[in-house]
Every structure is written in structure tokens, then in C-alpha cells.
Nanobody, 127 residues
Framework: QVQLVESGGGSVQAGGSLRLSCAASGYTYSTYSSYCMVWFRQAPRKERERVATIYTGGKVAYADSVKGRFTISQDNAKNTLYLQMNSLKPEDTALYYC??????????????????WGQGTQVTVSS
């Protein structure tokens, strides 16, 4: 059974940095010929939105709001997904979720595209 466990959230001041991690179990990247690993976030009273995606082969995609500030990466040997967040802004405050979809290496930008979710980790950025 696939499990995704996020860590690394916390409280920082604007301009600061955090690195989120997502430890995956129940599968390895080599198990699937195609996949999307995604970071979503959801702020209070807002819809869950895609932040960043990494596809089979390492192609990445970002929401316009985080381009140039956030970097998604993965360590296949550790089965771990990362999100490096720099130059954080108060509007980045949200619950951040790790997510996965197997058998696809395109899209994965909508909640309905996702097969597996982590429990979320809170990021709070103060001004």
C-alpha cells in the first residue's frame, strides 16, 4: 500500500526558507514506467492548488506564483520527494500536501488527477 508522509513544515518570517520532504513507501520509482509526484497546497477558505510537479525522467512544472522561488526534486535511492522553498511570502502560508499518480507522466495539476495523498504539513509565513 502506497504511503506518503510529509515533514519539514514550520513557521518562518517572510524572505526565509524551508525544505519540505515526502517519504514514500509501498512502492519505488522503478516499479512504475511513468508517474507524477506533486506538491499541492491549501490555504484557509481556498481551493487546493498545485504548486509543483516532477514527472518521470525529471521534467518539472511549477505554478506561476512560485516560479523562481521553489524547487521540486526527488532522491530515487531514498524514495523521497522534496520541495525547497526560498523567498517565502505570507501568501505561501498553507497546508502543503505531497501527492502521487502512477501510470501517467503528464498533467497531474488537478486534485482529480491524483491517486495518493499525504496527510499534509503546515507552512506559516509571517510578515
Amino acid at each position: 500500500q502506497v504511503q506518503l508522509v510529509e515533514s519539514g513544515g514550520g513557521s518562518v518570517q517572510a524572505g526565509g526558507s524551508l525544505r519540505l520532504s515526502c517519504a514514500a513507501s509501498g512502492y519505488t520509482y522503478s516499479t512504475y514506467s511513468s508517474y507524477c509526484m506533486v506538491w499541492f497546497r491549501q490555504a484557509p477558505r481556498k481551493e487546493r492548488e498545485r504548486v509543483a510537479t516532477i514527472y518521470t525522467g525529471g521534467k518539472v512544472a511549477y505554478a506561476d506564483s512560485v516560479k523562481g522561488r521553489f524547487t521540486i526534486s526527488q532522491d530515487n535511492a531514498k524514495n523521497t520527494l522534496y520541495l525547497q522553498m526560498n523567498s517565502l511570502k505570507p501568501e505561501d502560508t498553507a497546508l502543503y500536501y505531497c501527492a502521487a499518480r502512477f501510470g501517467r507522466d503528464y498533467g497531474c495539476s488537478r486534485v482529480s488527477d491524483i491517486g495518493y495523498w499525504g496527510q499534509g504539513t503546515q507552512v506559516t509565513v509571517s510578515s
